[in-house]
């Protein structure tokens, strides 16, 4: 079983930047960084879990139109840890982040991801 723990949420205004770490442990096997794709899906209140980014070592790092150019995915596979770098933060951002991982590199489903955190709330004020 593989646990993931998200972290670095909190309240910013619009226009300033938070960074969201999300840490991958216990059975992490040697192979989890070339196999496992780890991406950032968000949920705002009364709306559906929507795909933000996924980074794998095969294709790289994709984003959702809606953050492109704003936000930035990297991954630090020594550590199996993924980081979410946003950047001019807007009031539509504000969600609940997940960090999730999955095989199937580069899925914007969330029901490819068989891993999921409990999630980091992020808000953002106008």
């Known amino acids: 079983q593989v646990q993931l723990v998200e972290s670095g949420g909190g309240l910013v205004q619009a226009g300033d930047s938070l960074r969201l770490s999300c840490a991958a442990s216990?059975?992490?096997?040697?192979?989890?960084?070339?196999?496992?794709?780890m991406a950032w899906f968000r949920q705002a209140p009364g709306k559906e879990r929507e795909f933000v980014a996924v980074?794998?070592?095969?294709?790289?790092?994709t984003y959702a139109d809606s953050v492109k150019g704003r936000f930035t995915s990297s991954r630090d596979n020594a550590k199996n840890t993924v980081y979410l770098q946003m950047n001019t933060l807007k009031p539509e951002d504000t969600a609940v982040y997940y960090c999730?991982?999955?095989?199937?590199?580069?899925?914007?489903?969330?029901?490819?991801?068989?891993?999921w955190g409990q999630g980091t709330q992020v808000t953002v004020s106008s």
């Open positions: 216990g059975r992490i096997s040697v192979t989890f960084a070339l196999t496992y794709a």
């Open positions: 999730a991982a999955g095989e199937n590199v580069g899925s914007t489903r969330t029901s490819d991801y068989k891993y």
């Open positions: 980074t794998s070592w095969s294709i790289g790092t």
